[in-house]
């Protein structure tokens, strides 16, 4: 099942206000950037994050999964906690850089 439009609408609005929010399909799956930095990966309507050291103790009782075969373990983000995920995605585009652009 591949995520739905609806979704990941639902996803970008519940951290409006971190920054510039714009999501990307990729895969037949999206990613979503905050400032030009890919913070969070949603596949099959399930958002996930990176398992970064800054949010280690932020998502300690989290779930974790896989986005895809052959990716590592992510966060699953509770996307339905709005302030929750601000805080997390805030912390998240701290750490991660703007993607090189390819040639």
């Known amino acids: 099942m591949a995520t739905t439009n609806e ?5 970008c609005e519940q951290i409006q ?3 510039e929010i714009r999501y990307q399909k ?3 799956e999206y990613m ?7 913070v969070i990966i ?5 958002p996930f ?4 050291d800054c949010i280690k103790e932020k998502m300690q009782d989290a779930e974790t ?12 983000l509770d996307i339905d906690n709005s302030e929750f995920c601000k805080d997390v995605v805030c912390e998240i585009e701290k750490v991660t850089p703007i993607p090189k652009k390819k040639k």
């Open 65 to 76: 999964g896989y986005p895809y075969k052959g990716a590592k373990e992510h966060y699953v």
């Open 17 to 19: 206000g971190v920054g």
């Open 26 to 28: 990729m895969f037949g």
């Open 7 to 11: 979704y990941i609408e639902y996803v």
């Open 49 to 52: 994050v990176k398992m970064l």
């Open 42 to 46: 949603v596949c099959d309507n399930v």
């Open 32 to 38: 979503v950037y905050v400032n030009q930095k890919p």
